[in-house]
């Protein structure tokens, strides 16, 4: 589970410098559109103008989305597994 989670940050963290130096966005936005978009949240108050951009987020929500909903997944067996573990002591 943890290296899956690293991945996913590792993953918004990469989307972010990326984003960060072609969009020219600040840091705070850039992460902000990453986590926004890699959850598909996607609120739509930012958006990238660069075709570099339009074509990296592309690719970013086809292989992040995957990535994110099994990070998610796995984060939500592992806290129900340890509640039926506490409900059979």
Same mark, same amino acid.
């Given at each position: 589970?943890?290296?899956?989670?690293?991945?996913?940050?590792?993953?918004?963290?990469?989307? &972010?410098?990326?984003?960060?130096?072609? =969009?020219?966005?600040?840091?705070?936005? &850039?992460?902000?559109?990453?986590?926004?978009?890699?959850?598909?949240?996607?609120?739509?108050?930012?958006?990238p103008e660069?075709?570099?951009?339009?074509?990296?987020?592309?690719?970013?929500?086809?292989?992040?989305?995957g990535i994110?909903?099994?990070?998610?997944?796995?984060?939500?067996?592992?806290?129900?597994?340890?509640?039926?573990?506490? =409900?059979?002591?």
């Amino acid at each position: 589970m943890k290296g899956l989670l690293a991945f996913t940050a590792g993953m918004i963290l990469w989307a &972010s410098v990326f984003y960060r130096y072609v =969009e020219g966005w600040s840091w705070l936005d &850039s992460i902000y559109f990453s986590v926004v978009t890699i959850s598909t949240v996607g609120f739509g108050d930012f958006s990238p103008e660069t075709a570099a951009g339009k074509i990296f987020t592309i690719f970013y929500i086809i292989v992040g989305l995957g990535i994110f909903v099994t990070a998610a997944t796995t984060v939500a067996d592992t806290i129900l597994s340890q509640d039926d573990k506490q =409900e059979d002591n």
